[in-house]
C-alpha cells in the first residue's frame, strides 16, 4: 500500500517556474516508477513525465520535454517535478502515480495522488 501527496502547486506567471513534489509513504518506494500526469478542465488525463526506480530511465511527453524535468530521491521516499518556462497550455490538476510496470497507460498505475493544481497565467 502506497499513499501519495502532492505539493508545489499554484500559480505563476508565463515564463515562470514551480518544483512540484510527491511524498510517499509506504513500504518499497524504490521498486515502483514514479509518474507525473496532468488534465485540464474538458481534457483527457495525459501522461506527462515518469522515472524508472533506479533513476536510470526518464520519459517525457513530447509536449514537456526540454521545459520539464523529473527526478526522485528514494532516501526521501519522493518523486519532483520541475517545470520550467511554463505556458498556460500547461494549466492543469497535477497528479503524483506510482507503478511497479512502467508504461504510459494511466489505467494500468496503480497509486494516485490527490492532485495539485498548477495555473499558469499569461
Known amino acids: 500500500q502506497v499513499q501519495l501527496v502532492e505539493s508545489g502547486g499554484g500559480l505563476v506567471q508565463a515564463g515562470g517556474s514551480l518544483r512540484l513534489s510527491c511524498a510517499a509513504s509506504?513500504?518499497?518506494?524504490?521498486?515502483?516508477?514514479m509518474g507525473w500526469f496532468r488534465q485540464a478542465p474538458g481534457k483527457e488525463r495525459e501522461f506527462v513525465a515518469a522515472i524508472t526506480w533506479s533513476g536510470d530511465n526518464t520519459y517525457y511527453a513530447d509536449s514537456v520535454k526540454g521545459r520539464y524535468a523529473i527526478s526522485r530521491d528514494n532516501a526521501k521516499n519522493t518523486v519532483y517535478l520541475q517545470m520550467n518556462s511554463l505556458k498556460p497550455e500547461d494549466t492543469a490538476v497535477y497528479y503524483c502515480?506510482?507503478?511497479?510496470?512502467?508504461?504510459?497507460?494511466?489505467?494500468?498505475?496503480?497509486?494516485w495522488g490527490q492532485g495539485t493544481q498548477v495555473t499558469v497565467s499569461s
Open positions: 509506504g513500504r518499497a518506494f524504490s521498486r515502483y516508477t
Open positions: 502515480a506510482a507503478t511497479l510496470v512502467t508504461t504510459r497507460t494511466s489505467t494500468l498505475w496503480d497509486y
